[in-house]
Structure formats: structure tokens, C-alpha cells
């Protein structure tokens, strides 16, 4: 059974349609029996504390600068090329590069898993498209592993698994896919709870417009009787029209003022505690307000992992074993520079100038200011206290090995009994080791 190559995949979004592998069989795995993956997140996306942690988790995400390097000799070089402005700057026709890295990182926190497919067209990568699939079945044709896309539209695309870029996050139990999120179920469940509860709660208060007490011990039915009448005879235009209450010794009514709703915090701040640590975060990156020391914990810990995960796997899907084999790959990286204060900037900046690792445009990027461009820009900066060792040392030593303040002695004359005039031993006699300078030699 053929099936259609990836540029012909996304040749069926524009009127072609590929073949389905609806009667393909399932592919069988090690550990499980469930070879397919349907997006689970117990309606997490419709939690706002959920909604913020995961958006607070890809916008960062989202920063990412990925480029095209190649690896050879032990340098690394950036390759600037189309595939760089695929990374950087348009993935596909449809998404910005932010707007492409959001999605992807936000469906890797929520689903556990992300799926990205290249398009070619003769080899040349020409986009990169994300995919959501409301399911996802893994099926075989003749011993190969193939993925069955299907999606909300009810389109069925099917395309080989190794030509995906595939993400995991809480990668256990299934052999293919990322585990699913149950258990953040019961944060979810409680904080659904809390927040249907508090809204019910907030219109009963806003709707309650004072207390009536009735001093004489009264049946349900008839507190209820006198409430009605109360209301009818006071609080509506018809029968009250001055606004002017009037109570007699069985009713005593107090308005309420105070109408705030009361908050249970301890609960409120369990709950988000509990999310914010399901999804990696905390309150201060939620709301901007992390320390450049935050930002970097939080950059290792969540982003890194995310980042490796990323550049491998568009390095194996983009580029053929002989290309890796020249060093070509992709790298995921992000300024971390920019998370520092100014004062902190200024010290990186001062170091690297120091060491001359830094050209004249690189100091500028890191204080925000635009490039001068050309050879001017790219001097390297360097301060005069730092000098090459090499250099240092034919400036001290000289190229002879001598010191550069010593005047080399003229030569001088062997003298006419030289080692050539040395004396044969007689015959019979032993010779003599020849002198090194030592004394008792």
C-alpha cells in the first residue's frame, strides 16, 4: 500500500486528498495495548489559574532564537540560508515564528505531547506546521510505523511516524506517547468547584438587600408570607412610591451597606499552589514579576529540557544522516542575557570585552541598541590589558627564545686547540669521557 510523501501530505490541505489508512491494523507496542493518543486535559484550558500558568509557560517558550549552525573542526559557525528564516521568522504561511513556538509549547504542557510535521518540496524544507489532531493512531504497513492523524474536521491524513517531530513531556508508562494529566484532575475538579461556587455566591450577595427579623417565634411558610409581603409593599415602585420604609413591632429590618464577597484564601491559594507546580511555574513569572535569578531557575528547569527536546528532534527531521554528518543541525536556544538587570548586563559586557569575545553589534544587542552593520560592526572589542599569549611571548622571549631586552654576544673565534686538535690516546690507553661542565663528574 503507497502512501503519499510529506509534500504531497500537505499538497492534500489545498485540494489533494491523501490516502487515510483507515484499514491499516494498529501497531503493536512493548507496554501497552493503547497505541493511539486522544488530547486529554480535563478541561483544563477552561481553568483561569491553569490558563495563566500555561500561557505564562509558552509565551516565554516562545522567545526561543533557533538557528541553523554547522559543526566542524571544533567550530560552530551559524548557516544563514532559508531554512534560518524558516526558524526565525515564519515557519509556515499561516503563523508568525512566535506565534508557531507558542502553540507548540503550549500543547506540550497541556497534552504531553506535541506533534510537528515538515513540508519539502524537492528535499528543500519550505515549512513547518504543528499539528492538532483530535487523535492520533499509530498503525502498520509492512513492518513500518505510521501515524494516523485524525482531526475535529473529521479529515484523516496518515503519514510515516519518523517523518514527525514528536515532544513528550511525563514520558512513563506508554512506549510512543507522553502520559496523560490525571493527576491534576483533582486540582482541576476542586478549582472548578471553588470558582462555580464563589460566583453563585457572589450574586446571591449582590442580590441581598438587608435583613428582616421577625422578633415572634413564626412558622417557615409564614416568614416566608411576610418576606413577600415586605418586598411588595416596600420595594416596588407601584406600592412604594416615596421609597420610605415603614415597620411596625413584628419586622425589624437593617439594610446592608457591606456587600463584599468574603474570599477563602487558604483555600484559593491551595488550589493555585498545586497547578502552578503541576505546570513548573510560580505566582512571580505568572505575573512578570520574577528576579533575574526566578527567570533562570525557571529557564533550566522547564525551558532547557523543552529546548533539547525541540532542536533534536528538527535536527533528525530535517536534515539526512550524510547532512548531520557535516555538522549541520539546529539549535534551540534563548538570550538569556536578557533576563539580567542593566547593572548585570554592564558587568557581562565589560567580561566578554575583556577577553575579546564580543564585536561591536553583539555589545550593542545586549543594551537593546540597533547594529552598525558592515566591518565596523563586526570589530571585535577588546581591552588592551588582555593580550594574546603567543603575542605576549614573542614580545618577551623574542623569536629565538631569547629575551628581547639581551644584546646576543658576537661570536667568537675557536680557539686553535679546538675539539678538532684534541689529542688521540696512545695505544693501549683508555679515552677519556668527554667533559658536561659538572664538577666530580
Known amino acids: 500500500m503507497g502512501f503519499l510523501n510529506i509534500r504531497g501530505l500537505f499538497e492534500s490541505v489545498f485540494g489533494k486528498r491523501p490516502t487515510s489508512g483507515s484499514n491499516l491494523p494498529a501497531f503493536r507496542l512493548l507496554s501497552s495495548y493503547d497505541s493511539s493518543f486522544t488530547p486529554f486535559n480535563g478541561r483544563a484550558w477552561d481553568i483561569g489559574t491553569v490558563r495563566a500558568a500555561v500561557d505564562a509557560w509558552a509565551r516565554n517558550a516562545a522567545k526561543i532564537q533557533p538557528r541553523h549552525i554547522r559543526r566542524a573542526g571544533g567550530r560552530r559557525e551559524t548557516v544563514s540560508d532559508s531554512l534560518e528564516r524558516i526558524l526565525r521568522v515564519r515557519p509556515n504561511p499561516y503563523m508568525t515564528a512566535y506565534a508557531f513556538y507558542y502553540r507548540v509549547a503550549a500543547q506540550f504542557v497541556v497534552y504531553n505531547n506535541a506533534f510537528i510535521l515538515p513540508m519539502f518540496d524537492g528535499g528543500k524544507l519550505t515549512a513547518l506546521y504543528p499539528i492538532n489532531a483530535s487523535r492520533v493512531d499509530l498503525v502498520e504497513d509492512m513492518g ?3 501515524a494516523r492523524l485524525t482531526f475535529a474536521t473529521g479529515n484523516v491524513y496518515t503519514v510515516p511516524y519518523e517523518h514527525l517531530v514528536h515532544l513528550r513531556r511525563h514520558y512513563l508508562d506508554n512506549d510512543i506517547f507522553g502520559d496523560d494529566n490525571r493527576p491534576l484532575l483533582p486540582a482541576l475538579e476542586t478549582a472548578d468547584a471553588f470558582n462555580q461556587g464563589m460566583s453563585k455566591f457572589a450574586k446571591l450577595v449582590s ?11 413564626t412558622k417557615q411558610e409564614d416568614l416566608a408570607a411576610r418576606r413577600d409581603a415586605f418586598v ?35 483555600q484559593l491559594e491551595f488550589v493555585r499552589r498545586e497547578i502552578y507546580d503541576y505546570f513548573g511555574m ?29 532542536a533534536q528532534g528538527l535536527t533528525d527531521a ?15 536556544e534563548m538570550d538569556r542575557i536578557q533576563f539580567e538587570t542593566l547593572d548585570k548586563r554592564v558587568e557581562a559586557a565589560q567580561f566578554l570585552a575583556q577577553i575579546g569575545a564580543l564585536e561591536l553589534d553583539q555589545v550593542l544587542d545586549i543594551f537593546g541598541f540597533p547594529p552598525i552593520g558592515g566591518d565596523e560592526g563586526k570589530r571585535r572589542v577588546q581591552t588592551l590589558n588582555m593580550v594574546n599569549a603567543e603575542i605576549a611571548d614573542k614580545y618577551q622571549m623574542g623569536t629565538t627564545g631569547q629575551k628581547a631586552e639581551e644584546t ?34
Do not use: W
Request: hydrophobic share 25%; glycine share 10%.
Open 144 to 146: 513500518g510505523m505510521y
Open 207 to 217: 442580590v441581598i438587600r438587608g435583613i428582616l427579623e421577625a422578633p415572634t417565634v
Open 232 to 266: 411588595r409593599d416596600n420595594f416596588s415602585m407601584e406600592a412604594n412610591g416615596s421609597g420610605v420604609i415603614i415597620t411596625d413591632s413584628k419586622h425589624k429590618y437593617t439594610p446592608i451597606q457591606q456587600k463584599e464577597t468574603p474570599i477563602p484564601t487558604g
Open 282 to 310: 510560580n505566582e512571580a513569572i505568572v505575573q512578570n514579576k520574577a528576579t533575574p535569578e526566578e527567570m533562570d531557575a525557571f529557564y533550566q528547569g522547564q525551558l532547557v529540557p523543552f529546548y533539547m527536546q525541540l
Open 318 to 332: 530535517i536534515f539526512t544522516e550524510r547532512e548531520q554528518g557535516f555538522g549541520n543541525e539546529v539549535l534551540c
Open 408 to 441: 646576543p654576544k658576537e661570536p667568537q673565534e675557536p680557539p686553535s686547540g679546538g675539539p678538532q686538535d684534541t689529542p688521540e690516546p696512545e695505544e693501549g690507553q683508555e679515552p677519556t669521557e668527554p667533559k658536561d661542565g659538572k664538577e666530580g663528574a
